[in-house]
């Protein structure tokens, strides 16, 4: 762990070197010392700033480690590159693509790169939150000018060295070359000149073109992998320290209860238990719930005393939510005019669109709850030391929870020392900062640094779920077989009465509405005590399964065959709908278009099988899926084939980008599967993977059959749009083959089993 001692302390330069040396550069914040915001993303990143040489010198002024010629980049004597990766990594190959981009630009030698996260610091780096599939997005602009910056200078070194123009020096495999002269130097050799030169312009840099990248494009294995299959301590769940204590925390299994009290003198009386103690809270389920801590000598001792407590709850301002009496709410409301809610998107004549129709069509569709069950619990290591907290915490971002807990404990950001360490498993649930917010309120009351831990019954009782949601459709098709009119009551939750939950309400543009002429869409708020939270695909992972297993009814009902509706549909853009501008017909259609030749669509399928097909446009990408499976008299499913066409602009790491898409289809077949979480009287009644069964590698998929459409086009989100379309594309093709068409998941409530899996 990057701190000063107790912590055990890091090789590699760590944020306290980083601002010690900014800060004793302050006096001379020279161009070439710090790079101002430059916008370059249109968020006011800082791109990084240089240390001058003599940061780098020893005392006889030799060059004895590594330069860094901006907050990316560091060129060490022997020619090693140290990139520093901006963002968290959790599975999502960010900590490797996204140094890819510097080094391709840099022209480094990617056999000589070294990856390292980068420090928490705001006024270098900038925002450093991974979520919503945009880390490659958002930041990778940034990173194309990070390693161009790098490369200028070190030609600007060579350049002076050798007394040549510039712009006759070329660069590969990390050495600068002058072909006229002859003249070679490696970065090595130019690093600590280079440092001294004079930060360009972004303006005047020359970026390598997608022709000439030889990095940019090419699988590259993750930087951690090693690493991480030898065991060696990089989550947050690794870290240790001298005169570390374990900590353990019970809150109300209703949230939002108080502790009135507990058997204080008989947990302290157990093995290993130094002392528990109530935690007030700050009376919020996003900072700090109240509960009970024990700090003990293990994790082990504190989990075995939290077995025994015995707390007495207050109740009044706990959840009573209940999962039946929300699902009788949402029918309730149903019948009314626009579901008792909000119109959010209206288009068009919708009377005039069923009265063109020949076929009306009504369903309710429903996806439950869901866990982010991550496979590393919830935990965090803190420590509040010197009139500083520091805290060692696998989070998305936690740039983005520094204000946050600054504002609950009521200290000035500056006070606060964070380290991302790496994530195991994220999928948006590590985007809040409670457990943070928890560990800090118990580090508050022990003297030394406390490594907290939740059991995993604590991970599922107290998960910011995916909110569960209702959509009750009503549309028509006409004599031509197209859609003539949408109706659609979406139904989501809210925590304070006036607006939607997080990560549930439903965007007015969504596609399919974005293609329609005679729409009405309405969004209806029930209460729900229960906070909820970004889950991968946030509102797509279930809206999408809703939307494309309608359409699917609604081509049928035209006598149409789906991929030529889904094609004509798309035309129908061009023809102006409510957000039509943002959507491209051209790149929809093709990846339509390249799923259906894929998979041989229109052909007829082996005796038994049937195939299902789901388009989705999402994270700035598009993405097609079709799926190919049989069935037994069991209504057992097995998968045979699966194929995704995605056009998300041009890939980074391809490695990285098969990976994210083969892991999301089989989350999304996981979830689709068996899993929902359920209420009773506000309390979750999956609380282990025994209630709550991830799919197993025996009822994994064939493999999944991928192809990128490629281009120009900057570069899309990966890690969530694959998972979305899973589900309807699996639900079509079962009612192909049974006519059964499944409107709620998971589809085990069917008799449904998936590979086996139930």
């Not at 001379?28 to 700033?49: E, H, I, P, Q, W």
């Not at 626009?338 to 959010?344: A, F, Q």
């Not at 309400?505 to 869409?521: G, I, K, R």
Request: charged letters at 20%.
């Amino acid at each position: 762990m990057n701190a000063v001692n107790p912590i055990v302390a890091s090789p590699e330069l760590n944020d306290h070197d980083i601002m010690e040396r900014l800060e004793a550069n302050a006096p001379d914040m020279r161009r070439r010392n710090f790079l101002k915001l430059t916008g370059v993303t249109g968020a006011g990143l800082v791109l990084g700033f240089t240390m001058g040489a003599k940061s780098a010198k020893a005392a006889s002024g030799a060059f004895v480690e590594p330069m860094m010629l901006n907050a990316y980049v560091r060129i060490a004597p022997n020619g090693d590159v140290i990139i520093y990766a901006k963002t968290p990594e959790m599975g999502n190959s960010t900590k490797t693509s996204l140094p890819m981009i510097v080094a391709e630009q840099l022209d480094a030698d990617w056999n000589h790169v070294r990856i390292e996260q980068a420090p928490v610091v705001l006024e270098i780096y900038g925002e450093q939150f991974s979520n919503g599939s945009r880390s490659i997005r958002v930041y990778s602009d940034e990173m194309h000018q990070a390693g161009a910056t790098a490369r200028a200078m070190l030609v600007a070194a060579a350049a002076q060295q050798w007394k040549v123009p510039a712009e006759e020096i070329t660069t590969a495999n990390s050495v600068a070359t002058h072909a006229k002269s002859g003249k070679k130097a490696t970065y090595g050799q130019l690093a600590m000149a280079a440092a001294d030169q004079v930060i360009p312009d972004p303006k005047t840099l020359k970026l390598k073109k997608r022709a000439d990248w030889t990095i940019i494009g090419t699988k590259k294995t993750g930087c951690d992998n090693g690493k991480v299959v030898t065991g060696q301590p990089l989550f947050g769940i690794d870290q240790t320290a001298k005169g570390l204590v374990y900590a353990a925390y019970e809150k109300c299994p209703q949230p939002g209860g108080f502790p009135k009290s507990f058997n204080v003198d008989e947990i302290k009386k157990m093995r290993g238990v130094k002392d528990a103690f109530i935690v007030e809270g700050n009376n919020s389920l996003d900072d700090c719930q109240a509960g009970v801590a024990i700090i003990a000598d293990s994790t082990w001792n504190a989990f075995q005393a939290k077995k025994k407590l015995k707390v007495e709850w207050d109740l009044a301002k706990a959840s009573k939510d209940d999962s039946i009496e929300i699902t009788n709410t949402a029918r309730e409301w149903a019948k009314q005019e626009n579901g008792n809610g909000k119109v959010i998107t209206q288009a068009g004549d919708l009377k005039a669109g069923f009265d063109a129709g020949v076929k009306t069509l009504e369903a309710e569709y429903y996806y439950p709850f869901l866990a982010h069950a991550t496979l590393e619990p919830m935990n965090t290591t803190a420590w509040v030391h010197d009139g500083m907290i520091e805290a060692w915490s696998p989070n998305q971002g936690l740039d983005r929870a520094k204000p946050q807990v600054a504002k609950a404990f009521k200290v000035p950001e500056k006070s606060l020392i964070f380290h991302h360490t790496r994530l195991g498993g994220g999928f948006g649930r590590r985007g809040r900062a409670d457990y943070l917010c928890e560990a800090i309120a118990i580090a508050q009351k022990v003297n030394g640094p406390v490594k907290y831990t939740w059991t995993r019954e604590d991970d599922f009782a107290h998960d910011y779920y995916r909110a569960a949601n209702f959509h009750f459709y009503k549309a028509a098709v006409d004599k031509t077989g197209n859609v003539s009119a949408w109706q659609d009551k979406f139904f989501t939750f809210t925590n304070d009465g006036k607006t939607p939950v997080m990560a549930g309400a439903l965007s007015a543009d969504e596609y399919p509405v974005v293609v329609m002429h005679n729409t009405t869409v309405s969004q209806s708020l029930m209460p729900l005590v229960r906070p909820t939270g970004f889950w991968r695909a946030p509102i797509h992972n279930g809206t999408v399964f809703c939307h494309q297993s309608f359409m699917h009814e609604l081509a049928l009902a035209g006598g149409r065959e789906h991929v030529e509706f889904t094609l004509e549909h798309i035309e129908n853009a061009r023809k102006a709908g409510p957000g039509a501008k943002d959507f491209e017909p051209e790149r929809a259609a093709a990846v339509v278009k390249k799923v259906a030749q894929m998979s041989n669509w229109g052909k007829t399928p082996a005796a038994g099988h049937a195939l299902g097909f789901a388009f989705f446009p999402g994270n700035n990408g598009y993405h097609a899926e079709v799926a190919e499976i049989s069935l037994d008299a069991k209504k057992k499913v097995t998968i045979h084939n699966i194929w995704a066409a995605i056009d998300c602009g041009h890939v980074i790491n391809m490695s990285g980008a098969l990976a994210q898409v083969e892991g999301s289809i089989i989350d999304g077949l996981s979830t689709m599967s068996t899993l929902e979480v359920t209420f009773v009287k506000g309390v979750a009644q999956q609380t282990q993977f025994g209630a709550y069964t991830p799919m197993r590698m025996p009822a994994s998929p064939p493999p999944v059959q991928i192809e990128f459409i490629q281009s120009d086009i900057h570069p899309t989100g990966l890690g969530e749009p694959a998972l979305p379309l899973i589900a309807p594309a699996i639900c079509n093709a079962i009612f192909s083959l049974t006519g059964e068409r499944i409107r709620t998941l998971p589809i085990n409530k069917h008799g449904y089993t998936l590979n086996g899996y139930a």
